[in-house]
């Protein structure tokens, strides 16, 4: 069974330029979590999504950052103008219906310079 | 709020000693505790899991222990191997109305050298 991709792997940016990352969760999983991992430091929630819709966005900061998940599978999240804070690892994860186990992507690693 | 706290930062350890990474927690639910492990350029992966019916969760040689007394699920092996560098991070889920975001501690580095 295919786990969790993302895509890109690595960016590296300019301050005030823009990316998107993508994320293609577990098939059946309706469940799709987007976390930032700063280095040396624990993954924390931006957004989830149960299907298409956003359950928990108040991590996401709203005035650079957007997630969708139009058809409740595949996921977008962008950064609109980047900041050197803004550097980490993105990670998606994925989990069944009501389940607590949670299933990791690889990550984007975002270094914006 | 709710919060994982991992005591140490860095645990260095030789090959075949024993391991215990602690692990305490706040919530104001019974929560689920998780045990992930992050190697090097890869994602974090699940290692363990706390279970309902205070069962101990085992794997690859690890185990961990809930007890909601002291609010602690530590990390525990009898004997490192080398192959057990890497981050660890504990985590918890209060799984309130279906599925849950994840709360990380600030992690573990663990090193296991000959």
């Known amino acids: 069974e295919a786990g969790v991709t993302q895509s890109p792997r690595y960016a590296v940016l300019q301050e005030g330029q823009a990316v998107s990352f993508w994320c293609d969760p577990i098939?059946?999983?309706?469940?799709l979590y987007w976390y930032q991992q700063p280095r040396d430091q624990g993954p924390q929630l931006l957004v989830y999504?149960?299907?298409?819709?956003?359950?928990?966005n108040s991590q996401l900061p709203s005035d650079r950052f957007s997630a969708v998940r139009p058809k409740g599978t595949n996921s977008t999240l962008k950064i609109q103008s980047a900041k050197q804070g803004d550097t980490a690892t993105y990670l998606c994860a994925s989990s069944f219906p009501l389940g607590v186990e949670q299933y990791f992507g690889p990550g984007t690693r975002l270094t914006v310079l | 709020g709710d919060s994982v706290t991992q005591t140490e930062g860095l645990v260095t350890l030789t090959e075949g000693l024993p391991v215990m990474l602690n692990c305490t927690y706040q919530?104001?639910?019974?929560?689920?505790l998780f045990w992930y492990v992050q190697h090097l350029n890869e994602a974090p992966k699940l290692l363990l899991k706390?279970?309902?019916?205070?069962k101990r969760p085992e794997h690859q040689g690890f185990h961990a222990t809930l007890h909601k007394s002291s609010s602690s699920f530590h990390l525990q092996k009898s004997s490192a191997q080398l192959s057990d560098s890497a981050l660890y991070y504990c985590a918890l889920s209060e799984n309130q109305g279906g599925s849950a975001k994840l709360i990380f501690g600030e992690g573990t580095k663990l090193t296991v050298s000959s």
């Open positions: 706390s279970f309902t019916d205070n």
């Open positions: 919530s104001t639910y019974s929560p689920f």
């Open positions: 098939s059946g999983h309706d469940t």
């Open positions: 999504f149960r299907d298409e819709a956003v359950i928990d």
